[in-house]
């Protein structure tokens, strides 16, 4: 086991466990065609794709890995830890690009069917309304529920939603959700790669990760880069909820509605303390 408890959303260790381990992403994508009911993987082949971890600038932040099946089916895996705006049309945009490969003179029904794995570090979905941890989406009619076409196929993990349970009654999926959340003990974890081989050679490609120095200055960027985009993220919503409660209280005030009431809308709209909202209305008044 490695020294410390490593973040294995963090991209230089997704690179290296997955991007360079065939069998171990053969695992992974099964996880998700057990669910669906589809034939699995027996071996892939990765399509060149940028992901280089060593180059953390913020032009091509995105870290995924492309590969391609002996028949034919195109299977990309995405991990996004931070929260990202329209982030399913986002997915469908990059599931669209890798899926319109016609080469000249060939027909359409020579597409490839093409899936997209998105391994999210926050809910998309409403918690709520959609508890399940996994969602897979495809093109039905609304109304009859008619699938249109078995070529499109787009999954998102949500780990924030993953509950721990006895390692007996897992599934693969629920094995694989517990090896990249950063909730699970470390003696679950232990017991989990016991019983699914593809993480207990993942923890041990870790293993070696950890003690080699250069790769762990590759992780500790990846790390600051995660930290700072996470950082720059909370900030644009904290400014931005602060410009939204100083509008509303702008606008109430040309309503002429009163300072108590004002201070009782946005204590209700935006979730604040009695002496938070009085400031803010005293200062925007």
Known sequence: MAAFRINRTNDAVFK???AK????TISLINA???FQGTELITDIEFIDREMDADEYEGKESRLDILGRTASGTKVNIEMQ???LA???ERSVYYWARNYADLKRGEEYDQLNRTVAINILGFNLFDTCKYPDMHSCFGIYDVKTGCQLTDKLEIHFLELPKFKGRNVKDMNRMEKWAAYFSPSTPDEELAEIAASEEAIKEAMEVEDVFTKDEVAKRSYEKAEKFRRDQAAQIKYALEEGRKEGIKAMIITLKEL??????TIDKIMERFNLKLNVAQGYVEANW
């Open 86 to 88: 329209a982030m399913g």
């Open 32 to 34: 998700f065609f057990e």
């Open 81 to 83: 830890v931070n929260a």
């Open 256 to 261: 002429k509605v009163d300072k108590k009431t």
């Open 21 to 24: 381990h065939p069998q171990i």
């Open 16 to 18: 290296v466990v997955f």
